[in-house]
């Protein structure tokens, strides 16, 4: 074989090569991205957000990461933060809240904002304001005006959940609260309470991944 | 030969340069000039474009000599001849022209760092950056007893902001009066962050267990907003406030109904302080 057609042939296997590696890079970040979970319709200009967040996700490389999950229109639960919701219109939001409280490091965010009458309603009661230290997630949307204290189950509290999702028998808080989705546009979302079991100041890992404790809100 | 002795090329150059520079340097200075960032929404803001104006003027004559040299050279030195092209006759040191080049340069960073020694010590006018917990007495300004005390809050990822003397309330928006000197004291509950109120030309590290002070006095009713100039996190980009500077009695109005929306969650505020260090620190497993 002549030097140059050698020369060929390392050249095609090498572009190959890359190729082939560059399309499984594409390929599992893809598969990384969270899938969008669409809020179920409730009716004209309503619709409705299911979500829970667990302690633990409980399997896989971050099973001991907290997170949120979402339920998806046929009633499966979907771990995903990507939502998506109908502009201008009223989003009923649900959330079973699994976990232990880890509380505010800015008490300010105990009181709900930007939510319908600024009210939230924990297992049914009405609360304008949440004890800071009794917080264990919040769910707000800066761009919106909305945050919303997510109140901790009770560390002694029997049947805890450690493997997401979590079922209903589990011990949970149920939060229901209603906001406008305002005009179509992408907004991120987040949680304001240091729960990142592990990590400096409770702010790494799932605190800064988005299908855990961040995501974004289409609003289409 | 010293090339001080320009040749009829060289004073061509130079006297295009000098016609050109005479005329746009008073027109950069005086067009150009009030056009250029932060604005002059606030003394702070107004200094930092006075020395944007310096900085800018400095440089129009250097620019327009780059660029006069570089046509002249294109349109006079062409090779118009047959055949090769010869080179020209080696240049050797010339202690005039580096003695020249030195002194111009020299000058004008011995200038610009005299003029920047200047402005962080500016007296009544105000800087606009961060000084630290103490600001020296000479960069404080003269009406800096009675000014407005606001404590800016950075947190992943959000802004906040507390009016110590109106009850410490906390919002999520800034609101400040008009044509008052404000004192801003900037903090941090978790990393670092940057507080950066680009139209009022302030500008302070938000660094958590310590209190950053700068002043700045709004003079224009605008709305604008305040980022993190720090890269904080996955929502670093996304970390803004809104900033209104309206009337004193807008103010009073707005301070009424923060104190009234913000009540639930004023009573669980830790008392005012420069400085907070919240638990958790490290959340336990």
């Known amino acids: 074989m002549s030097f140059r057609r050698a020369g060929a042939i390392f050249s095609v296997t090498l572009v190959v090569c890359a190729g082939v590696l560059l399309g499984l890079y594409v390929t599992r970040f893809l598969e990384a991205a969270p899938p969008t979970v669409n809020a179920a319709a409730a009716g004209l200009r309503q619709s409705s957000l299911t979500l829970q967040t667990v302690a633990q996700v409980g399997h896989g490389e971050t099973r001991d990461w907290v997170s949120y999950y979402a339920r998806d229109p046929s009633g499966k639960w979907v771990h995903s933060t990507i939502l998506r919701v109908p502009a201008h219109s009223l989003v009923h939001v649900t959330v079973y809240q699994y976990d232990t409280a880890t509380g505010l490091r800015n008490p300010l965010w105990g009181q709900p904002r930007g939510i319908v009458g600024g009210v939230m309603y924990v297992n049914g009661k009405p609360l304008r304001v949440l004890n800071p230290e009794l917080a264990s997630h919040t769910f707000a949307i800066p761009d919106l005006g909305v945050s919303v204290p997510l109140e901790g189950v009770a560390e002694e509290a029997p049947n805890q959940c450690e493997n997401a999702p979590c079922g209903l028998d589990k011990a949970h808080n149920t939060i229901t609260f209603t906001f406008n989705s305002g005009a179509p546009g992408k907004y991120r979302w987040q949680c304001f309470v240091p729960c990142a079991a592990g990590f400096i100041l409770g702010f790494g890992g799932p605190m800064q991944t988005i299908g855990y404790m961040d995501g974004t809100l289409e609003v289409v | ?285």
């Not at chain 2, 520079?21 to 003394?43: E, N």
């Not at chain 2, 906390?170 to 139209?199: C, G, M, Y």
């Not at chain 2, 904080?232 to 970390?239: D, Q």
Request: hydrophobic share 45%.
């Open chain 2, 1 to 285: 030969m010293s090339a001080l002795r320009p040749s009829p090329e060289m004073r061509r150059v130079l006297l295009v340069w000098l016609v050109l520079s005479v005329i746009a340097t008073p027109l950069v200075v005086i067009l150009l000039g009030p056009q250029l960032p932060p604005g002059a929404a606030s003394d702070a803001a107004h200094g930092q474009q006075q020395d944007n104006t310096v900085m800018t003027a400095i440089v129009t004559p250097i620019i327009i000599l780059l660029i006069v040299y570089f046509a002249y050279v294109l349109s006079a030195f062409k090779h118009r001849a047959e055949g090769e092209p010869e080179d020209g006759p080696p240049m050797r040191g010339d202690v005039s022209v580096m003695a020249l080049w030195i002194g111009v340069t020299l000058t004008i960073v011995i200038f610009l760092a005299a003029w920047g020694a200047y402005e962080l010590f500016p007296g009544e006018t105000g800087a606009g950056g961060g000084q630290g917990p103490t600001p020296l007495a000479i960069a404080t300004p003269a009406d800096a007893s009675t000014a407005l005390p606001v404590q800016v809050i950075g947190q992943q990822w959000a802004w906040t902001f507390r009016y110590p003397t109106y009850g410490g309330v906390e919002t999520t928006e800034l609101v400040l009066p008009v044509n008052r000197q404000i004192r801003f004291t900037v903090t941090s509950i978790d990393v670092i962050h940057s507080f950066w109120a680009l139209k009022l030309g302030v500008k302070a590290d938000a660094v958590p267990n310590t209190s950053n002070v700068a002043f700045a006095k709004p003079v224009k009713l605008e709305a604008s907003t305040v980022r993190c100039a720090e890269l904080c996190g996955l929502w670093h980009g996304h970390m803004y406030a809104p900033l209104y500077v309206v009337t004193p009695a807008r103010f009073l109005a707005w301070m009424a109904e923060q104190r009234s929306r913000w009540s639930p969650a004023t009573r669980y505020l830790p008392p005012y302080a420069t400085k907070y260090a919240p638990e958790p620190t490290y959340r336990a497993e």
